[in-house]
């Protein structure tokens, strides 16, 4: 649509939008103000502008393989050593990696250490083992909670019909009343990459 003018100060209006769009062009601050860029050659250079049929196809199968999730255990109020808290079972299209294991409470042990052990058991028939080289513990006066990588296995590997769970080893406390010191309102988490 070519633009009329009526006067010499639409003129210099109409020049001065052209200098302002070359200056941002120059700069490298181009707003097409929602006009679309078309007939852009081949990219070339890192900034370069790129088409849709530049970019990469990523399969799904790839950005599947990659996906992590944690499964969480959870004991609202205090811990005993009897409490039982259920198992996870990863079920189809669940198969996955342990990548890291983490332990929190929010009501910290107060006169000897919260430990937790973890078992798992590649299917019903197998006997449980534990999944950790050593037990989670959160000593008295501790600031944080825990993480660890040390799995007892270098590859294990949480099939359809593998199970974990967490065993209560010690609650952190003289007693099993709350003013005991045991700690409370534990979690626990398990970092798994899924392998499917």
């Known amino acids: 649509m070519a633009r009329q003018f009526q006067s010499d100060a639409d003129l210099k209006r109409a020049v001065g939008e052209l200098l302002d769009f070359k200056d941002s062009f120059l700069r490298g601050s181009l707003n097409m103000h929602g006009n679309k860029i078309v007939n852009t050659g081949k990219a070339t250079s890192p900034d370069d502008v790129v088409t849709l049929r530049q970019l990469p196809q990523i399969s799904q199968t ?16 205090y811990v005993k050593t009897t ?24 009501v910290l042990p107060e006169t000897e250490s919260l ?14 083992i534990d999944l950790l080289d050593e037990d989670l513990e959160i000593v ?50 398990i970092v798994v990459e899924r392998l499917i």
């Open 62 to 77: 790839d950005t599947d393989r990659k996906q992590s999730r944690t499964i969480i255990f959870c004991k609202e109020g």
């Open 115 to 128: 430990i937790i052990r973890l078992k798992y058991k590649l299917n019903k028939d197998t006997d449980a």
């Open 140 to 189: 008295p006066g501790a600031e944080e909670g825990v993480k660890t990588s040390t799995f007892s296995a270098p590859l294990i590997k949480f099939g359809r019909d593998s199970l974990v769970y967490p065993e209560i080893i010690q609650t952190g406390g003289d007693g099993e009343e709350e003013e005991s010191g045991a700690a409370a309102a534990v979690t626990i988490g």
């Open 83 to 106: 409490d039982i808290i259920p198992a996870y079972r990863f079920g189809r299209g669940m198969e996955s990696l342990p990548l890291e294991v983490w332990l929190e409470c929010r």
